[in-house]
């Protein structure tokens, strides 16, 4: 039973009232973006000789559409969750605080003892890891794999995405990026292979999650080999995006049916009428990611020279954003695990 309240939120006066729940089976469409992406560029190679090729920009963010759904707004609307709801926050309260003085404590060490590249290598490998890990943890639950085999499995896919998003960002010389496609390349192949052993080991209801995050890994791989790096970048950013939002959206849909509210619900309710558990972490997300990336800059700059009569190089979309970045890495490592309050809110349809 429901009550919808004067501020337009929707919440439930029954405590054990049944949850929405993701279905996993539905997740698996966000995987279509492999084939459907190597079908253009079959017709790329046939019909076009290669010229999307040439004219394809290098990173999501290049097109503004894509920077709006990609990349940062989920982060932000990660941040969002935990910092809108003060339970989260009082619950968290202590490794909130150790992550963020540690994340700027080893910024500042590492930035000062190792050359440039060193750094972004590091940051890159922990943004494959966090992309790739959450893909493959979900299909782990369909699947139920363990050992040795799928360890390296996935640690081959972690290595490979990060050498070829490294190369994107550094710009290394030919007879190295000749170098790096090559080790990325063999990587694929024995990611391939790791994948007709698990196949054997899997339940065959979980095998459809093994092949789907293989063809991920594989596919992003080819790509960066072939020269289509935005496809690289886009392939394994598409489903963990999108998936991200999938439960952030649910997690918010439950805990308004259980009359917990956040402090952005309130605001937005009157907006967003009858549905802001669906729609409240999304738009807002959106709207502050496309702030942060287009307009704040210029905003602290203009503030900025006017007091000190200096200005900084992307001191908000690369500086403030980086570190949400480094925070969701850190944070969402746990909130979603165990026995985190983060779980009571968030359920799973494995068959459907």
């Known amino acids: 039973m429901s009550d919808l309240t004067q501020d ?22 966000l995987y279509l973006s492999v084939p459907i992406l190597f079908a253009v560029v079959a017709v790329d190679w046939v019909l076009f000789d290669s010229q999307l090729r040439s004219t394809l920009r290098t990173f999501p963010e290049s097109y503004l559409l894509l920077a709006l759904v990609f990349g940062t707004p989920h982060i932000v609307a990660s941040n969002m969750i935990l910092f809108s709801n003060p339970d989260y926050v009082h619950h968290y309260r202590q490794r909130i605080l150790g992550i963020a003085v540690g994340i700027l404590a080893s910024l500042a060490v590492l930035g000062y003892l190792f050359p440039r590249w060193v750094l972004v290598v590091l940051i890159v490998g922990w943004t494959v890891h966090h992309v790739l890990k959450q893909q493959l943890g979900i299909g782990n639950i369909a699947a139920r794999l363990s050992g040795p085999i799928f360890v390296a499995w996935s ?37 391939a292979a790791l994948t007709i052993v698990l196949w054997f ?15 991920m890994m594989i596919g992003s791989s080819v790509m960066f080999v072939s020269g289509y790096t935005l496809f690289a970048v886009l392939i394994p950013r598409l489903a963990h995006d999108v998936t991200a939002y999938v439960f952030y959206i649910n997690h918010e849909t439950n805990r308004l049916r259980h009359g917990r509210r956040s402090l952005l619900h309130r605001p937005l309710s009157r907006w967003l009428h009858k549905q802001p558990a669906a729609f409240a972490i999304p738009v807002a997300s959106l709207l502050a990611a496309a702030f942060l990336e287009r307009v704040a800059d210029g905003w602290f700059n203009a503030v900025l020279d006017s007091v000190a009569g200096v200005t900084l190089v992307q001191p908000i979309s690369f500086g403030f954003v980086g570190f949400l970045g480094l925070m969701h890495y850190s944070f969402e490592s746990f909130t979603w695990k165990g026995a985190s309050p983060y779980r009571e809110y968030v359920a799973i349809s494995v068959g459907k």
Not at 10 to 27: A, C, F, G, Q
Request: include cysteine; glycine fraction near 8%.
């Open 155 to 191: 640690w081959v896919g972690v290595a490979c995405g990060t050498l070829y998003y490294s190369a994107v960002l550094l710009n290394p010389s030919v007879s190295e990026l000749y170098l790096i496609r090559q080790i990325v390349f063999g990587g694929a192949v024995i990611v």
């Open 201 to 215: 080991q899997a339940p065959e209801s979980g095998r459809i999650w093994l092949v789907a995050n293989s063809a």
């Open 8 to 29: 337009g939120l929707t919440t439930s006066r029954e405590p054990d009232v049944e949850p929405h729940s993701v279905p996993m089976r539905k997740l698996l469409q």
